[in-house]
């Protein structure tokens, strides 16, 4: 059994920073891709940035150069930090990884339970 566990959503004034954590545990042989995804209101789950086990990352063209994904392979989280934050930003904030449970598994993704990132004055 695998576990994702986000913390730090909240709510913010446009201009101000936040940042997202996401800790895996459980039944956990290797973690590759790691990544964050929003879903607004009335619209669809997106991308907003993903990291390889490598460090190779990859950021929706709406955030770049205000969000960075980090992530620490000893403790299996991966970090979001939001930064210069917009109104359009607010959404729910979901994490997904990309695991294996044992040496011969398939690859399964796993998601957060999301939290709420509301952007406002």
């Known amino acids: 059994q695998v576990q994702l566990v986000e913390s730090g959503g909240g709510l913010v004034q446009p201009g101000g920073s936040l940042r997202l954590s996401c800790a895996a545990s459980?039944?956990?042989?290797?973690?590759?891709?790691m990544g964050w995804y929003r879903q607004a209101p009335g619209k669809l789950r997106e991308l907003v940035a993903v990291?390889?086990?490598?460090?190779?990352?990859n950021y929706a063209d709406s955030v770049k150069g205000r969000f960075t994904i980090t992530r620490d392979n000893a403790k299996n989280t991966v970090y979001l930090q939001m930064n210069s934050l917009k109104a359009e930003d607010t959404a729910v904030y979901y994490c997904?990884?990309?695991?294996?449970?044992?040496?011969?598994?398939?690859?399964?993704?796993?998601w957060g339970q999301g939290t709420q990132v509301a952007v406002s004055s």
């Open positions: 459980g039944s956990i042989f290797n973690i590759y891709t």
């Open positions: 997904k990884v990309n695991l294996q449970i044992g040496p011969a598994s398939v690859l399964e993704n796993y």
């Open positions: 990291i390889t086990s490598g460090g190779t990352t």
